[in-house]
DNA sequence: TTATATTATCGTAATATTGCAATATTACTT
DNA sequence: AAGTAATATTGCAATATTACGATAATATAA
């Protein structure tokens, strides 16, 4: 009780069941890239020869929860691993499914028919 | 409660946080593909050999004034051309501005470093 | 012009997102 | 064990999104 599901919700008050799996995997990539704080998370991490560890609210400059709560909706696709290294937790990139969203993402472009107009 | 010190702003202690362009156009090119309607309506109208007319709100299966609001979030990206044909307005995609968004993406993928955990 | 069909806008309710202060938890160090 | 630093969670306010009924606007045809 008193529980508050703070997460991003893919689809508010819509009907979810017209949609296949292909439209809401997609869907729910480009939340969490729908945000430039998250964009530019992970670009920063992207930057970076190793893991990122704590610098992100300096970075961004948000506050420090609102980072940790943009950090959980990023790892909810699984973008994002992250360890303890000492008393920081690093983050970076999952490559496997970085790739496998690249190929979602270039599916969904490259099959745009243009022979129209 | 350890609490980082960052709440005096020093002169010349500048923010670097404000969003560049780049965040701001990947993040709001993202958001059009969030809702998996708008994945589904640019999916549709994918398909079709020439510009769709009027059939979406049986395809997606929403209200009519949704679907008006959701083409209106597509339209304002620039990937959506619309003109009437007879009494149909008839969308179909606008390539240049199309494939321009696909190099947001696919150059935002691609700059990711994996040399890491 | 009037009727009909299509699309846009308005009003509004329900829900989701964003951000931060306060607090709790976790991990390490001494 | 106590202290310190980093991260997560909670609670809540402000704002944004989503959806649809009602209605207005637009285009064509009769």
Redesign the pocket.
């Known amino acids: 009780m ?15 069941h017209i949609y296949n799996q292909s439209h809401i995997t997609l869907a729910m990539a480009a ?1 969490v890239l ?5 964009v530019a998370i992970l670009q920063y991490i992207s930057k970076q020869d190793n893991c990122i ?5 300096d970075i961004i ?13 990023i ?1 909810k696709i699984g973008v994002l691993k ?1 360890d ?8 970076c990139i999952d490559k496997g499914k970085w790739e496998e969203l690249q190929v979602i993402f270039n599916e969904f472009f490259v099959k745009i028919n243009h022979n129209c107009c």
């Open positions: 008193g529980f508050r599901n703070r997460s991003i919700q893919l689809m508010g008050a819509s009907k979810t939340k729908s945000h430039p704080a998250r560890c704590n610098d992100l609210v400059g948000l506050s420090q929860p609102t980072i940790s709560q943009h950090l959980n909706e790892k992250g303890y290294q000492g008393k920081n937790l690093c983050y």
